[in-house]
């Protein structure tokens, strides 16, 4: 999972500082230290982190948050902003030609993830856009480079354009654009050769091809788990041939992600889409905010379970923990948890902690007073024990039957039963996020 180091280090960070009314100059670089330590862990470049630092340094120790009433959230929304904007603020959208097609050309490193993300960003820009790809093969040196992508273009139902290997990829690239002019596509898709490393051939032939089909995005695709590396070969890339945008992949696999974090301050070009995992729809476009709302959103969640552990009777804080982190929570330890929380205090302020808990809309109007409450036991009192354990069975007649027997109302009743399945995705989100390293792929980014 990306980030996860950072993430788990700027959590800590934060948790110190959060609910501070004040805030010392002191208190302010003893966590710009502890920041600076988690980007170099996460193997951001050396200069982005000093720049960076300096930055949040400024702020935060300037009038608007000192003299603000809440001065340890004032710190984090500089971090939030100022990671955001390192990662390029807004987000970069993908050209659109006024004259289709809009061409794309592929370029990058050979296993970088070039001919797979061709794959996946057609079947996006299909899916999600509406669009009419075409992929081009115009690998024409590694041998079963065209096979592996009319593999993945049947696989998609995807045209791919070929013209063998026995043509010149400058060749391949313009009558590819005739061809998808012919045949109204709206997207021309270039997968280029890789190279092991840069060299003056690739280059050329990159020119070339750019020169012959004036794309309007060269999209560099690097492997996040390269790190620092992936900097490197984005600015050589980016100084000889010009590139638009670059494509992330394998961040699934890299848990320091600090490639995401410098790419975009080192080379001026922004990250447009970050690769997920090898399956045709793991790609996803590039938001700098939501990313960095991952990255540092995550310590409510230490800080809800703390609490818990704090006010509620240790094991079965340590149970629910364990439920939540696997999110196989059942309506009886809803109930349970429920009967707990009583002892909590505020039931608004906890729920505020949860990440994520202001755009969810459930869980957003789940005002709950004593009074809900009591309803709510009173509802999953009704409840068989199969159906508190697989409440996907409670249908129609179940819930008039539960509304009549807790005398509530079925209205009631479904308000409950989304609102306890919203919290359980969100549960599962937020062990997604949290997972240390035992599995892959477990970070998802909200599309679009
Ligand atoms: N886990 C993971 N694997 C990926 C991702 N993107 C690509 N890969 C894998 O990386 C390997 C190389 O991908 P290719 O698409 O063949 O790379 P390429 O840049 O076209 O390589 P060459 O054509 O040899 O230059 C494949 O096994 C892909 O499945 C990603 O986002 N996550
Ligand atoms: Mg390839």
């Excluded at 170099?40 to 050396?46: E, G, K, M």
């Excluded at 993908?94 to 809009?102: C, D, E, F, G, R």
């Excluded at 306890?420 to 995705?425: N, R, S, T």
């Amino acid at each position: 999972m990306a980030f996860e180091g950072l993430a788990d280090r700027l959590q800590k960070t934060m948790q110190k500082i959060r609910g501070k009314g004040k805030v010392t100059e002191a208190d302010v670089k003893e966590m710009m230290r502890e920041v600076r330590l988690a980007l170099l862990y996460a193997d951001v470049n050396l200069k982005v982190v000093k720049d960076f630092i300096k930055k949040v340094s400024e702020r935060a120790i300037g009038q608007e948050v000192m003299k603000s009433l809440t001065p340890g959230q004032q710190v984090i929304k500089v971090v939030k902003e100022e990671l955001t904007e390192l990662m390029g603020g807004e987000q970069s959208k993908i050209a659109v030609s006024p004259k289709p097609p809009t061409v794309i050309m592929m370029v990058g490193l050979q296993g970088a993830g070039k001919t797979t993300t061709s794959g996946k960003l057609a079947n996006l820009l299909r899916k999600n856009y509406n669009r009419k790809p075409l992929l081009v093969a115009a690998d024409i040196y590694r041998p079963a480079a065209i096979n592996q992508l009319q593999t993945l273009g049947k696989q998609l139902t995807m045209p791919v354009f070929s013209l063998g290997d026995q043509v010149s990829p400058v060749e391949i690239a313009a009558k590819a654009i005739e061809h998808a002019k012919a045949e109204h596509h709206d997207y021309v898709l270039i997968d280029t050769a890789g190279r092991l490393h840069i060299d003056e051939n690739l280059m050329d032939e990159l020119k070339n091809i750019k020169e012959a089909v004036k794309p309007d995005e060269i999209f560099l695709v690097v492997d996040a788990m390269t790190g620092q590396d992936a900097v490197n070969v984005a600015t050589s890339f980016n100084d000889q041939l010009g590139i638009t945008g670059v494509i992330l992949t394998k961040l699934d696999g890299d848990t320091r992600g600090g490639a995401a974090l410098s790419i975009r301050a080192v080379t001026g070009k922004p990250i447009k889409f970050v690769g997920m995992g090898e399956k045709m729809d793991a790609l996803e476009p590039f938001h700098p905010e939501r990313m960095a709302s991952r990255i540092l959103g995550m310590g409510d969640v230490l800080s809800l379970i703390e609490k818990a552990q704090a006010n509620v009777d240790e094991e079965k804080a340590r149970e629910l923990e364990k439920k939540m982190r696997s999110a196989s929570l059942t309506l009886d330890d809803f109930l349970e948890q429920l009967s707990q929380v009583r002892n909590m205090g505020p039931l608004d302020d906890l729920i505020k902690m949860l990440p994520g808990a202001n755009k969810i809309k459930g869980l957003n109007n789940l005002k709950i007073d004593e009074k809900q409450i009591a309803h709510v036991e009173a509802i999953i009192r009704s409840m068989t024990k199969e159906e508190k354990e697989h409440p996907e069975i409670i249908n129609a007649s179940r819930r008039k039957r539960i509304a009549k027997g807790s005398g509530r109302t079925v209205p009631e009743v479904n308000r409950l039963l989304k609102q306890f399945e919203e919290m359980k995705k969100m549960m599962k989100q937020m062990n997604n996020m949290t997972k240390k390293g035992k599995k892959k792929g477990g970070f998802k980014l909200p599309f679009m």
